[in-house]
């Protein structure tokens, strides 16, 4: 079992940077691939980033792809999300999601832990 609690998420004006983290519980975390997850008011669920369980490999979305850089370290058991050049449309509730089967899906479906999520928002 995994347990996750993200943290970072706040308020910034557009241009600006904020870095989220990932924090899990349990020996096994360094067997999940790791995901990044957003949700704004009125929309569904979307794909971010994700990275291997070693860290080696990582995947974005194309609109965050340049922006924002995934990575972890399996000796703090932590994920990260660093984002810099925020915008407006990036405003949304961050999740980070644990994936058994250790691929960098960007399906929601495909992972089988998640944390209650951070909120962001980026001000015009």
């Known amino acids: 079992q995994v347990q996750l609690v993200e943290s970072g998420g706040g308020l910034v004006q557009a241009g600006g940077s904020l870095r989220l983290s990932c924090a899990a519980s349990g020996r096994t975390f360094s067997d999940n691939s790791v995901g990044w997850f957003r949700q704004a008011p009125g929309k569904e669920r979307e794909f971010v980033a994700a990275?291997?369980?070693?860290?080696?490999?990582?995947n974005y979305a194309d609109s965050v792809k340049g922006r924002f850089t995934i990575s972890r370290d399996n000796a703090k058991n932590t994920v990260y999300l660093q984002m810099n050049s925020l915008k407006p449309e990036d405003t949304a509730v961050y999740y980070c999601?644990?994936?058994?089967?250790?691929?960098?899906?960007?399906?929601?479906?495909?992972?089988?832990?998640w944390g209650q999520g951070t909120q962001v928002t980026v001000s015009s």
């Open positions: 990275i291997s369980r070693s860290g080696i490999h990582t």
């Open positions: 999601a644990a994936a058994r089967n250790g691929y960098r899906s960007t399906n929601a479906v495909d992972y089988d832990y």
